[in-house]
């Protein structure tokens, strides 16, 4: 069972990045054009043995607004809206996959948004169609969504099954009703519940909860009300986000209360709680948010060191080439980061040019991928190989990062790490701070400053 010291938490909790990539998304620059994609996919296809690949597609649009949400989202009730949407991100969909060689194998494929789920059962079966016939997509893909279970209808769920997908994830926050009203996200258990066991009828292979703490009237007391309510209905697996209250950036997030938040040391005492009930009721702690019973994918990679992380989170496929869909949405290949535009306007006027709608990016150089990889490991396997820099990038690792070991010292100090002369090894307790143990190595925070990441725990 991990061991939660609060403490800690306070001593190492400050605003840093999730390293869902490396660089993050701060350093994308506009001088990365569509045809520097275009370049990279090509060159891609090139390679001896070309990497599988993964498709993400964002669908922007939601019923109604959750206040809390951070997502690239578009509220309406205008189904032309979403219809023609779905036009233009069929002409990304050609223009992608009439780039890959035939033999470029898919293994992966995930939906998000906004709320994919706010499609019409016909709307998903036609782009999950769409999406196989140009595509050569493995008979053992990972196919997953995000489901809202307040927009579902009776076809939702059997139409998703037999469109290939075979994960599925709801988002429910908490069922404190306090808190949901308070974030216009009135959720009731039973609905939850209904369509968990629906998806356990239909066979879904993995069944995911989303929760969020730190919203508006969260406590222990309270929260720990829908942790006793999430563990009798035991998903597959969990994340339990940290709630990021960022209203410059955000600015319908204004409509949340401040005074209604829970102090700094709440959190951290609900973030104890929730990992302690959950290791307590058998989960397996991933890392930083994520949780999954001992005998899923994710557990079983963590133990056997071959965890990785992109934007969908948590993961056990690696070296995948990302392609990624829809309006806001990021690609990842061997050395670039791509962005699609945030604005549907712009999506659309870059693909009716006939180019492919990207607006941001990213070249990585020998630093970035080499630094890269060190936060990646320590993100997901909670160790640095030496030998492995050695043999990947040709450095020695105590020489090229003796700055960073530098900083690294109060948390030697704290037990949170340890050198060895193999390796660095991140201890249990470290694990709840990884973000910022993995911050020494990030070159870009110093110019970044912190005011545009959320807060590490």
Known sequence: MTTVDLELLQ????PGPRYTSYPTAVQFRRDFVASDLRRAIIRSNEAKDPPDLSLYF????????????????????????????????????DMVSGLLNDSRQVVQIHWGGGT?????????ADI????????????????????????????????IRQSGFNRVSFGVQDFDHRVQETVNRIQPESVTREVVEKSRELDFESIN????????????ESYSKTMDRIIDIYPD?????????????KKHQKLIPEDALPAPIERLRILKMVIDRLTGAGYVYIGMDHFAKPDDELSIALKNHTLRRNFQGYGTHAELNILAMGVSSISELKDVYAQNSKS???????????????????????????????IQELMCNSRVLKSEVKSRFDVDFDTYFANSLKQLRPFVDDDLVSMHAERLQVHEAGR??????????????????????????
């Open 344 to 374: 549907i306007a712009d999506y659309k006027a870059r693909l009716d040019g006939g180019e492919i709608p990207t607006s941001l990016g990213c070249r990585l150089d020998a630093d970035d991928r080499l630094r890269r990889y060190v």
């Open 432 to 457: 709840l701070v990884i973000r910022s143990i993995a911050m020494v190595f990030d070159r870009y925070l110093q110019s970044d400053g912190e005011r545009v990441y959320s807060r590490t725990v």
């Open 209 to 220: 909860v989303d929760l969020i703490y730190g919203l508006p009237f969260q406590s222990v």
């Open 128 to 159: 999950a169609s769409y999406t196989a016939r140009r595509f050569n997509i493995s008979a053992d893909a990972e196919i997953g969504i995000e489901v809202d279970p307040r927009c579902l209808t009776e076809h939702h769920l059997p139409t």
């Open 237 to 249: 697996r969990l994340a339990v986000f940290n709630y990021a209250h960022v209203p410059w950036m």
């Open 11 to 14: 001593k190492y909790g400050r």
């Open 116 to 124: 994919p789920t706010y499609l019409s059962t016909d709307q998903i």
């Open 58 to 93: 964002h669908f922007p649009f939601c019923d109604t607004l959750c206040y809390y949400c951070g997502c690239n989202m578009v509220i309406t009730h205008n189904p032309a809206t979403i219809e023609d949407y779905l036009r233009y991100l069929k002409k990304e969909i």
